[in-house]
């Protein structure tokens, strides 16, 4: 096994040698020491140990490891070739992916292939528009109920972790309009569990991807005991709901279900008749129940950070919220209308983008941008920093929810320069479902409650398999 010194010495010999194309259009290397990936750092010096990689080298930088080649690459034109026009020649074979099938086996976001376009046919029906209009009542529903509780709870202690107030709240939309299942059915939340269960296992995919050797499962670790509680949990909610579906379609009854779970359920393979085994319904159901709602409560999470810094945009969108919505719950029609929601949540997007990092492998060699990309090595899109790049956006770091304004649009030169989804066949199939949620949470929390963040506390993005904010974000609200 090589030890830290070793590793560091390799990882900083690696980065030496980054962005010498093969195909003459070479870049010379400034002689800048970066830690490949910025492993070994931890936090935001990781995110900025990439961002100096790509300022210092240029939009393809390389990284020799001794276990594999991999590129970074943050041109908008580059992202577009692996995204879109050349995505055949790019799969999910990573080592990223890798960890996370070790947890959620072979659901729609961790396969490839005609097995993935096949579920992706199965499960498309569920995300299109005027099905995530149906479930904008229940998403504004859960809301109201939420600030309800806040406004009950106020009388006690003020101080609340928006992280987890999201978690819970996102959990419980996607669970009821994805599989009809309430997460806080007879008045107690099972949010809690499956917060710490989400957190065990995005922290324990992440130290798998950047150690060398990982010790086998059955060995009775602190972390091999914290993953199977964790997976217990999930497993244990996700088959229990599963289980009692099928139960109701036993006794022949079709429950009035019409949500994905229950076109997963159907769906039969057009050749054979066969339906999705236990195993591949699991996986299914553990994608959509983990995907559905962990990214979404990080960006309401980071929106709400950005709002409660900028209380100029809070007032504004609290203005805007009541001028539309007055004292009704939203429904999916006032949605257009909450054109500073959707802003304030683009541009949070931006900054903190929850899909921080997405991975391809290279299926055969490839030419990018001029650069000879060999077969079966890594490249790597970067959300972060395409977002904050200055080659693409002025002022970067600034919170300007205005940039997306329609009169603004020219600002944007490059299509693919903003990829809070990504881009081409596997652009994420709720992006819709998770704009509808974000616009309608972000207007009903600024229309009843201002957010003051606790000062003194240190927030700092956590690049795991998503962003999260590392301690959470601790806030006081009150009535405006
Ligand atoms: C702000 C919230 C969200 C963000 C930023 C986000 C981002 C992404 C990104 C970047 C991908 C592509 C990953 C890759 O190909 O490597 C993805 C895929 C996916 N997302 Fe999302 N997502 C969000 C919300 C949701 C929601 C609400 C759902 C479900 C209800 C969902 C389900 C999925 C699934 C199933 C995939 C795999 C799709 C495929 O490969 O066909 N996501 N998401």
Request: net charge neutral.
């Given at each position: 096994?090589?030890?830290?010194?070793?590793?560091?010495?390799?990882?900083?010999?690696?980065?030496?040698?980054?962005?010498?194309?093969?195909?003459?259009?070479?870049?010379?290397?400034?002689?800048?020491?970066?830690?490949?990936?910025?492993?070994?750092?931890?936090?935001?010096?990781?995110?900025?140990?990439?961002?100096?990689?790509?300022?210092?080298?240029?939009h393809v930088?390389?990284?020799?490891?001794?276990?594999?080649?991999?590129h970074m690459l943050t041109h908008p034109d580059q992202i577009e070739e692996v995204l879109v026009t050349k995505h055949r020649l790019f799969d999910k074979?990573t080592?990223g992916y890798?960890?996370?099938?070790?947890?959620?086996?072979?659901?729609?976001l961790?396969?490839d292939?005609?097995?993935w376009l096949?579920?992706r046919?199965?499960?498309?029906?569920?995300?299109?528009?005027?099905?995530?209009?149906?479930?904008?009542?229940?998403?504004?529903?859960?809301?109201?109920?939420?600030?309800?509780?806040?406004?009950?709870?106020?009388?006690?202690?003020?101080?609340?972790?928006?992280?987890?107030?999201?978690?819970?709240?996102?959990?419980?939309?996607?669970?009821?309009?994805?599989?009809?299942?309430?997460?806080?059915?007879?008045?107690?939340?099972?949010?809690?569990?499956?917060?710490?269960?989400?957190?065990?296992?995005?922290?324990?995919?992440?130290?798998?991807?950047?150690?060398?050797?990982?010790?086998?499962?059955?060995?009775?670790?602190?972390?091999?005991?914290?993953?199977?509680?964790?997976?217990?949990?999930?497993?244990?909610?996700?088959?229990?709901?599963?289980?009692?579906?099928?139960?109701?379609?036993?006794?022949?009854?079709?429950?009035?279900?019409?949500?994905?779970?229950?076109?997963?359920?159907?769906?039969?393979?057009?050749?054979?008749?066969?339906?999705?085994?236990?195993?591949?319904?699991?996986?299914?159901?553990?994608?959509?129940?983990?995907?559905?709602?962990?990214?979404?409560?990080?960006?309401?999470?980071?929106?709400?950070?950005?709002?409660?810094?900028?209380?100029?945009?809070?007032?504004?969108?609290?203005?805007?919220?009541?001028?539309?919505?007055?004292?009704?719950?939203?429904?999916?029609?006032?949605?257009?209308?909450?054109?500073?929601?959707?802003?304030?949540?683009?541009?949070?997007?931006?900054?903190?983008p929850?899909v921080w990092i997405v991975g391809r492998g290279t299926i055969?060699?490839v030419v990018l941008g001029?650069?000879?990309i060999?077969?079966?090595?890594l490249v790597f899109i970067v959300p972060?920093i395409t977002h904050?790049?200055?080659?693409?956006?002025?002022?970067?770091?600034?919170?300007?929810?205005?940039?997306?304004?329609?009169?603004?649009?020219?600002?944007?030169?490059h299509k693919h320069q903003y990829l809070p989804f990504i881009a081409g066949p596997r652009m994420c199939i709720?992006a819709?479902?998770?704009?509808?949620?974000?616009?309608?949470?972000?207007?009903?929390?600024?229309?009843?409650?201002?957010?003051?963040?606790?000062?003194?506390?240190?927030?700092?993005?956590?690049?795991?398999?998503?962003?999260?904010?590392?301690?959470?974000?601790?806030?006081?609200?009150?009535?405006?």
């Amino acid at each position: 096994m090589i030890d830290t010194t070793t590793l560091t010495t390799v990882l900083r010999r690696a980065a030496r040698r980054v962005a010498r194309g093969r195909s003459g259009r070479a870049r010379a290397p400034s002689g800048a020491v970066v830690p490949a990936f910025g492993i070994g750092l931890s936090g935001r010096e990781r995110l900025d140990a990439m961002m100096q990689a790509s300022l210092t080298h240029g939009h393809v930088v390389r990284f020799e490891l001794p276990w594999i080649t991999a590129h970074m690459l943050t041109h908008p034109d580059q992202i577009e070739e692996v995204l879109v026009t050349k995505h055949r020649l790019f799969d999910k074979k990573t080592r990223g992916y890798d960890k996370l099938r070790e947890f959620l086996g072979h659901g729609l976001l961790t396969s490839d292939g005609e097995h993935w376009l096949r579920q992706r046919r199965i499960a498309a029906p569920a995300f299109h528009k005027r099905r995530i209009d149906g479930f904008a009542a229940t998403m504004a529903q859960c809301t109201e109920e939420m600030l309800e509780r806040w406004d009950r709870e106020l009388s006690g202690t003020h101080e609340r972790d928006l992280a987890a107030e999201m978690m819970r709240l996102t959990l419980r939309i996607a669970s009821l309009t994805l599989l009809s299942s309430d997460t806080e059915a007879g008045g107690s939340s099972i949010a809690e569990p499956i917060g710490r269960a989400v957190t065990t296992l995005v922290h324990e995919a992440n130290q798998r991807i950047h150690e060398l050797v990982t010790l086998p499962e059955h060995w009775p670790t602190r972390r091999n005991r914290a993953l199977k509680q964790a997976l217990g949990t999930l497993d244990g909610t996700v088959r229990g709901i599963i289980e009692e579906r099928r139960k109701i379609l036993a006794r022949g009854e079709h429950g009035g279900h019409e949500d994905l779970l229950q076109m997963f359920l159907e769906a039969a393979d057009a050749e054979t008749g066969a339906r999705m085994d236990d195993q591949q319904l699991r996986d299914e159901v553990m994608t959509m129940f983990l995907a559905g709602h962990e990214t979404t409560a990080n960006a309401l999470t980071w929106a709400l950070y950005l709002l409660g810094k900028s209380p100029h945009v809070a007032r504004a969108l609290r203005d805007e919220s009541r001028a539309v919505l007055g004292d009704r719950v939203p429904t999916a029609e006032d949605i257009p209308r909450l054109e500073l929601a959707r802003r304030v949540l683009s541009e949070s997007l931006r900054l903190y983008p929850p899909v921080w990092i997405v991975g391809r492998g290279t299926i055969e060699d490839v030419v990018l941008g001029g650069y000879e990309i060999p077969a079966r090595s890594l490249v790597f899109i970067v959300p972060w920093i395409t977002h904050r790049h200055p080659d693409f956006w002025r002022d970067p770091e600034g919170f300007d929810p205005d940039r997306f304004a329609p009169e603004r649009k020219a600002e944007m030169a490059h299509k693919h320069q903003y990829l809070p989804f990504i881009a081409g066949p596997r652009m994420c199939i709720g992006a819709g479902f998770a704009m509808h949620e974000g616009i309608l949470v972000l207007a009903q929390i600024a229309r009843r409650f201002h957010v003051s963040l606790v000062p003194g506390q240190h927030i700092e993005p956590e690049p795991v398999v998503t962003l999260r904010p590392k301690n959470g974000v601790k806030v006081t609200l009150d009535r405006w």
